[in-house]
């Protein structure tokens, strides 16, 4: 315990440090160790994807990373300081749009900087609001509700709202699963250029090969309960699908991802994990 205080105390070069993570859960009345001696270090502005197929333990990384669940040892610390709960130093995407449906557009995302904390009057919240709101192409319909909206749109309505919070970290868990390939394409470009552009520290969860690697900065690749690999991505933002496939660097990172991702499928089909 006293060297893990010694390290909370100690000023880091990075802005999210996981050491020696572990984490079960009851299962069929059986305790399930869904993650083991995690260790990661991620510095601050830098675009983290963690890739794994599903059962890999890699949503309940990013559920520590929020606060919603709590390590049972090892520790996650955020500027130096242990992740005790939610808060609004990290803002959260999920896969779900988890929108207000009784809030328009501009409202989901006025709700997110009212959630900040930030002491603004009200026409910084509407000018604020309305920027993020036009960030993600949305200015004509931010005074729609979520149930006038496609799913592209309402996941744009998640990510401004996040964007929104103002908070230096980012937390993604695989926002884009449920949208038609164009839409994807669209909304990983989107992510990619607001993250650079307002300085992101992100940990975005996805099993998509391609998507991770048009994101990354470097790829984590997840086996049940452990990190099995971690890849850096060269290749300089910012990134055009069109113009990275079937360049070297492209095809050599994607090969060797491939290899290690579905080496990993196999071991878990072997094992009987539900995929």
């Known amino acids: 315990m006293a060297e893990l205080q010694e390290r909370a105390e100690a000023k880091s070069e990075y802005k999210i440090e996981i050491h020696d993570v572990f984490f079960d859960y009851v299962q069929n009345k059986s305790k399930f160790a869904a993650l083991k001696e995690i260790n990661l270090n991620i510095k601050e502005g830098e675009f983290i994807c963690v890739l794994g197929s599903s ?4 949503s309940t990384l990013l559920s520590l990373l929020s606060g919603l669940n709590h390590a049972k040892s090892g520790e996650i610390l955020l500027d130096g300081k242990k992740i005790e709960g939610p808060g609004t130093d990290r803002a959260v995407v999920f896969q779900q749009y988890s929108l207000f449906p009784w809030l328009t557009v501009k409202g989901n995302v006025l709700f997110g900087i009212k ?5 603004l009057g009200r026409k910084e919240r509407s000018d604020l609001a309305d920027k993020y709101v036009e960030s993600v192409g949305l200015s004509g319909a931010k005074d729609r509700y979520p149930s006038q909206l496609s799913g592209g749109m ?3 309505v998640a990510v401004a709202r996040a964007l929104a919070l103002e908070s230096d970290v980012l937390l993604l868990d695989e926002p884009f699963g449920a949208i038609d390939p ?3 394409l669209e909304l990983q470009e989107l992510v990619s250029k607001l993250c650079t ?4 520290t992100v940990v975005f969860i996805t099993h998509d090969v391609d998507e991770a690697i048009l994101l990354a900065d470097r790829i984590v690749v997840m086996e049940p309960g452990r990190i099995k690999s971690i890849h850096k991505v060269k290749l300089p933002h910012p990134r055009v699908r069109e113009e990275l496939v079937g360049t070297s660097e492209y095809e ?11 080496d990993q499928v196999e071991e878990q ?3 009987g994990v539900a995929l």
Not at 115 to 119: L, P, T
Not at 252 to 262: D, N, P, S, V
Request: aromatic share 6%; proline share 0%; glycine share 10%.
């Open 252 to 262: 050599k990172l994607h090969r060797q991802l491939i290899m290690a991702f579905y």
């Open 182 to 184: 164009k839409l994807r």
């Open 115 to 119: 959630q900040s904390g930030r002491k």
């Open 197 to 200: 552009e307002h300085h992101k």
């Open 55 to 58: 059962g890999c333990g890699k």
């Open 154 to 156: 309402k996941q744009r």
């Open 269 to 271: 089909i072997d094992a």
